[in-house]
């Protein structure tokens, strides 16, 4: 997965189009972020003994979004790029941001 938790990344398509926002869950497996104010939906919850909420009500939340939908942004030039790996000298791997406006810059 090239992009984890606490990354910055631009929404490229779909109702939040354009909006950057920070990445607050990935979930590898399924193929979906869940970010920081973007995608917020409402949830509607029955009145539940169990439920953390006993009288119900109207809850927001966020929802999540397809990976292939949001692109990272880097750091020090703030476009929306795609990421590679490189090795290091001492053999530990680093993402790498690519592209053809972009020089090859470390994102970590």
Do not use: C, F, W
């Amino acid at each position: 997965m090239k992009i984890r938790k606490n990354d910055t990344v631009k929404v490229l398509s779909g109702q939040h189009k354009g909006k950057t926002a920070k990445v607050l869950e990935v979930l590898p497996d399924e193929g979906y972020v869940r970010l920081e104010a973007v995608g917020t939906v409402k949830k509607h919850l029955k009145p539940n003994r169990s439920n953390k909420n006993p009288q119900g009500g109207i809850v927001e939340m966020q929802a999540l979004i397809h990976i292939s939908k949001v692109a990272l942004v880097t750091p020090k030039s703030a476009t929306p790029v795609r990421v590679g790996y490189r090795l290091t000298d001492d053999g530990k791997k680093l993402r790498v941001a690519r592209g053809k406006k972009t020089k090859l810059e470390a994102i970590d």
